[in-house]
């Protein structure tokens, strides 16, 4: 009997966040901060799931000097831990306002960064060091190609 090969190639990236305060985490992500929910769960002892829809999902993988690095730009100092959540928002100050608003706190309001884009940090409901960023349109225009 021939074995069947598949391909191992990646297809979704799902972040697990255990919130202990469910619905404000809940309230921040798919509410405030607009991510669309796809489904939702729930199991015979009380437990939930929902799961929304984040756009597209990259990995970056980054070294601690890097991170230093990132942090410092951002923030000041180093903040986060191994694990930080990145989200691409359309206007960086809006959503950090409205974020705040919701409950998260502001670790540090937008600030312009050397690679083009704006960058806030917060920490929000469920328990994540959160950046909001948007990327400045031609921020890349004048950056060589890496594939050239």
């Not at 191992?8 to 929910?37: H, K």
């Not at 831990?81 to 608003?101: C, I, K, N, P, Y």
Request: glycine content about 8%; hydrophobic content about 40%; charged content about 25%.
């Amino acid at each position: 009997m021939a074995s069947i090969t598949r391909d191992p190639r990646v297809t979704e990236l799902r972040l697990v966040v255990t919130a202990t305060d469910y619905d404000a985490a809940v309230r921040f992500y798919r509410d405030v901060l607009g991510m669309p929910q796809g489904a939702a769960f729930t199991s015979g002892d009380g437990g939930q799931v929902v799961i929304l829809d984040a756009g597209r999902a990259t990995i970056e993988l980054a070294n601690p000097a890097h991170a230093d690095y990132v942090d410092e730009v951002e923030v000041g100092r180093r903040v986060a831990g191994h694990l930080r959540v990145a989200l691409a928002v359309e206007d960086t100050a809006a959503a950090t306002e409205q974020a705040e608003r919701a409950g998260a706190e502001v670790v540090a309001p937008p600030t312009t960064t050397p690679w083009g884009s704006s960058n806030a940090r917060l920490d929000a409901p469920g328990g994540l060091h959160i950046t909001l960023f948007s990327q400045e349109a031609d921020a890349f225009e004048d950056q060589p190609d890496p594939t050239a």
